[in-house]
């Protein structure tokens, strides 16, 4: 079966300091990969997709970059956090085949709290 | 641009009764629609996932429902439960074409509290 880690968990960051999050999904394979952020009080925003390894599309500009060094890996990052940049951040994959009927599965998600 | 609009934006029912959650979206074009359940914290869980060519699906005590041309979806949820209480999402899968990417909208959420 498939499933997607997110890691890590819980995360507080000053401003001014790097982030790396990073999701992996076991048990399939070419999967489209996606980093959704959710900020308090809103919805869900799309922020970076990617439908192959160093394909990456971003959604909104913003201080945060996206990479796929590998088929089942996706990192976000950013290289000086701001105080804007909190919120929960969502990875999620779907599979490419538009043949196969699975939706979107969501990670456990990382808390970011930038002070 | 799709825009999905969740309502009531809060339900709080005691257990035991039957409930209707609304969806709406603005583009027809749809591949899929969603239902997700997110607790506080959490991420998100999948409930229910709708294709553009049904009507509706069933688990347990949620049905789904889709009216496409309306732009309409609802999740039923029948005999609810403390454990029930979470926020619901439902999210909209763009038909992207020939291409396997679909954009997901999601809605602002309906924050459902059960009370014994």
């Known amino acids: 079966s498939q499933t997607i880690h997110q890691w890590p968990a819980t995360l507080v960051q000053p401003v001014g300091s790097p982030l790396s999050l990073e999701c992996t999904v076991e048990?399939?394979?070419?999967?489209?990969l996606y980093w959704y952020r959710q900020a308090a009080g809103r919805g869900l925003q799309l922020l970076f997709y990617?439908?192959?390894?160093?394909?990456i599309s971003s959604e909104v500009p913003q201080n945060l970059s996206a990479s796929r060094p590998q088929d089942r890996q996706f990192i976000l990052s950013s290289k000086k956090l701001l105080l804007s940049d909190s919120g929960f951040y969502l990875c999620?994959?779907?599979?490419?085949?538009?043949?196969?009927?699975?939706?979107?599965?969501f990670g456990s998600g990382t808390r970011l709290t930038v002070v | 641009k799709q825009e999905v609009t969740q309502i009531p934006a809060a339900l709080s029912v005691p257990e035991g009764e039957n409930l209707v959650l609304n969806c709406s979206f603005t583009?027809?074009?749809?591949?899929?629609l969603q239902w997700f359940r997110q607790d506080p914290g959490k991420g998100l869980t999948s409930l229910l996932l709708?294709?553009?060519?049904?009507r509706e699906q069933t688990s347990g005590r949620l049905n789904a429902s889709l009216d496409k041309s309306s732009g309409r979806s609802t999740l039923y949820i029948a005999a609810s439960q403390p454990g029930d209480s979470a926020t619901y999402l439902c999210?909209?899968?763009?038909?992207?074409?020939?291409?396997?990417?679909?954009?997901?909208?999601f809605g602002q959420g309906t924050i459902l509290t059960v009370h014994p």
């Open positions: 583009d027809s074009a749809i591949y899929n």
């Open positions: 990617s439908v192959g390894i160093g394909q």
């Open positions: 048990g399939t394979s070419n999967p489209n």
């Open positions: 999620a994959w779907s599979a490419r085949d538009r043949r196969i009927v699975y939706g979107y599965t």
């Open positions: 709708i294709q553009s060519s049904q």
């Open positions: 999210a909209v899968r763009g038909d992207a074409g020939g291409t396997s990417y679909g954009k997901l909208t």
